[in-house]
């Protein structure tokens, strides 16, 4: 075994092999895969092998699409045999909502490029030999892509490729350490030796927590069981050779293949099992299976002969019930790992086989290009922090599995695992009708119950009208005519100080670094000049900085600051002082809170865009005079232990001039109408300045920073994108992210964001259009839930676009 190289690959299923490969292929062959049995002894040897393009998200379709397109001439192209049989598929609806689903997504795929297609039940009938419709089916989508892969061929063959341009595997070769030389490369001893890598990749699967954890890092991978059936042959699919679709009913929670001359028969009806939860997988678990759970699937049987009477002929040849490698949300683990430079997760992949192909893409492009084609935020590993206890993890991820084919409603709010982390303001905020959901782990209130409104759970999940629209109507009128209170808790903070902080912060953020006692919004770019973050920065001194960022971009931008922080001169910290925050938002702020400071708050004093450290009802408070929302107000940063208290004397003067509490939905749906972009949803990492319509916040006057040279560069030339505004004419449900945009009957681009205004009355919509596909005022449609509905380009800020209200 080699004792140095570039890249270390720790895992040998699917995913492993396919970032080997695809770093040889990007010509990175300096590169070792450690395996610590034989390659596909862990989940991928027993995987059912499907690979669908049917996703739920633009980045789900996306890797699904590259996975499929990659692996079809895999086989021809690195000399390797690969059983890979490209069937389609079709998911029946037996639910009104599900055909509203499948609308949507055909509309995700059009505006991602694909081609999902919805269908009759008579087409699905006469697509499928043995899979009958009754009167509860009343239509479904097609997928035109999926097709079933053998697993281990798949991955012999990746390894083939990777080995036939120089990569290393090595076989029975378990990882026992990780550490940290103290000149950052890592050494990484398994059971042939020890190996000095400058880069390591987890790609272990279930074991990927144990092999996080050997170097220092959390890792919420949890394990579940998964378990499918393959039925005894059957004589009728002998004499039938033709290729016919895979099945996936979603509503009866089954997905049905053939396997040979058999049926192969998985469902997700259950909720999640966890495998053992205290201590992680055996060191010597491979080739094994779980013991059976026929139980499990016996229900789910009896459904699906309905629409397979042939699977009552069959018997059960073998049940396959397996580990799966899960995280919280469901989504894998995929990117930096935090704090820890050149450490990448590769991880907690539940569907390994159909996304191993783009995520040894993201892997590649990350170590010989920086940064990635696709916005992969999404599977930021730093999406989770120290919040995400172990329990947390299989609580979450065992709800999730049993979700997996359920309806995913855009409000759907989760409960299990919580709270976690909460404000002082917690308990009370519940007391008074706040409906509390989570973000990053922080409990806030989304929005408050009302004597009339109240929350029913899942019981009131739609794509149309939800009964807390009625109330977020009422808290954002209320703000608007007086004064409003939100508990923001989890507020992304950095303090940065020291005599290089405004250098730094030059460098690191394309636009200028605010005088002592203003405020400025920035953004911090990519080399290739794409949008890495945003950031507001406060100048609390001459040398003193506040930062606040995206909640969920916590640890994600830490790392991105941290990685450029100089040697010395600058010192830079996460989190601050006053941990907690209140915003008071509405034309009545300054009266509710003039009384209870010394400080002068008038418009002269505390301008737009300014900061002082205060105090306020007798306590310290950072006081920042800007708004998400579109109104006067502040927001007051402060210490949790004086949160009660300081709150406590806020409420009693809003109460006494016809204020309110509003929560995360009422957020929201202000900014949309107030045109203000959200970090994931309106801009990220695919875009440029020019692109998002934020060209204005580059100050190329001030020297050099990070994407300068890609932006100068860029200005001379035609963005691909218009972010726009849109309003909704025809009465319609709120459209949805990537939903399609059309100008005689062409498609020109799709929905980021989408909201009722309350206080406009104007049905707002942010979008990207091609560049010059739609003019002010010009008409188009937009397809929601599939449907057509008239909308017109406009400003996109509805909401007082002068910022009179701001800065009265």
Known sequence: MKDTARVVVIGGGAVGTSILYHLALAGVTDTLLLERNELTSGSTWHAAGNIPTYATSWLGMRAGNYGWSTYKHLAEKVDSAITYRHTSAFWPAHTPERMDLFRHLCGISESAGFDLQMLSPSEMDKMHPFWHPDESILGGILDPYEGDIDPSQLTQALAKGARDLGAQ????????????????????????????????????????????????????????????????????????????????????????????????????AHDGRPAWEEDGPPDDFAHQLFPDSVEDILDVLEATMVHVPLLGEAGAQRFVNGPIAYAPDALPLVGPAAGAPNFYQATGVQVGITHSAAIGKAMAEWITEGETEWDLSAWDPRRFGDWTTQDYAHSRASQHYDLQYAIPFPHRNMQRGRPVLCTPLFE?????????????????????????????????????????????????????????????????????????????????????????????????????????????????????????????????????????????????????????????????????????????????????????????????????????????????????????????????????????????????????????????????????????????????????????????????????????????????????????????????????????????????????????????????????????????????????????????
């Not at 026992?176 to 190996?195: F, H, N, Q």
């Not at 016919?244 to 049905?256: A, G, K, T, W």
């Not at 601050?576 to 509710?592: C, F, I, T, W």
């Open 169 to 268: 595997v090595e076989r029975f070769a378990p990882v026992k350490a990780i550490d940290r030389t103290a000149s950052g490369e890592w050494l990484v001893t398994c059971a042939k030796g020890t190996v000095k890598a400058e880069i390591v990749i987890n790609a272990g699967g279930f074991y990927g927590r144990k092999i996080s954890e050997m170097a220092g890092l959390p890792a919420p991978v949890v394990t579940l069981e998964h378990q499918y059936l393959v039925t005894e042959p059957l004589k009728a699919l002998e004499d039938h050779a033709d290729i016919f679709p895979l099945v996936r009913d979603p509503d009866i929670r089954f997905y049905l293949r053939r396997e040979r001359n058999a049926f192969l028969v998985g469902s997700y």
């Open 428 to 808: 009370r905020l519940k007391d008074q009708g706040a409906v509390m959901g989570q973000i990053a782990g922080w409990e806030r209130a989304f929005w408050f119950e009302t004597d009339a409104i109240k929350d029913n759970g899942d019981a009131d999940l739609s794509f149309h009208h939800e009964p807390w629209q009625e109330a977020v109507t009422q808290e954002c009128k209320t703000v608007a005519r007086s004064v409003g209170v939100m508990d923001h808790g989890g507020f992304t903070k950095y303090d940065l100080r020291g005599p290089g902080a405004e250098a730094f912060l030059s460098s690191v953020l394309c636009g200028g670094v605010p005088k002592p006692g203003r405020v400025r919004l920035s953004y911090m770019l990519t080399p290739k000049g794409h949008i890495w973050s945003e950031a507001t920065v406060a100048r609390l001194a001459g040398d003193r900085f506040l930062l606040c960022g995206p909640t969920l971009a916590d640890l994600r931008d830490f790392d991105w600051l941290n990685a450029h922080l100089p040697a010395e001169g600058v010192t830079l910290s996460r989190g601050y002082k006053h941990d907690a925050a209140l915003m008071v938002m509405g034309p009545k702020s300054r009266e509710v809170l003039a009384p209870l400071t010394d400080a002068d708050l008038s418009a002269a004093a505390a301008p737009w865009l300014s900061v002082a450290e205060i105090t306020l009802a007798g306590f310290p408070v950072t006081a920042m005079r800007v708004s998400y929302v579109g109104e006067l107000g502040w927001e007051l940063h402060l210490a949790s232990e004086h949160l009660v208290a300081v709150y406590d004397t806020i409420m009693t003067r809003v109460n006494e001039v016809g204020g309110c509490q509003f929560g995360s939905y009422a957020l929201n749906a202000m900014r949309i109408e107030k045109g203000y972009h959200g970090w994931g949803s309106d801009f990220g990492t695919e875009y440029t300045l020019y692109d998002a319509g934020l060209d204005r916040f580059a100050n190329m006057n001030k020297g050099e920073f990070i994407g300068r040279d890609a932006v100068e560069r860029q200005s001379g030339e035609e963005a691909n994108w218009e972010w726009i505004g849109l309003e909704i004419s025809d009465d319609s449900p709120e459209p949805l992210a990537s939903d399609p945009i059309l100008k005689d009957g062409e498609w020109i681009g799709y929905v980021t964001s989408a909201s009722q205004g309350y206080r406009t009355g104007t049905h707002c919509v942010l979008a990207y259009i091609k560049r010059g596909s739609l003019g002010m005022g010009a008409d188009c449609t937009v397809r929601v839930l599939g449907q057509p509905r008239n909308a017109r380009r406009h400003n996109p800020h509805v909401y007082d676009p002068d910022n009179l209200k701001m800065k009265a």
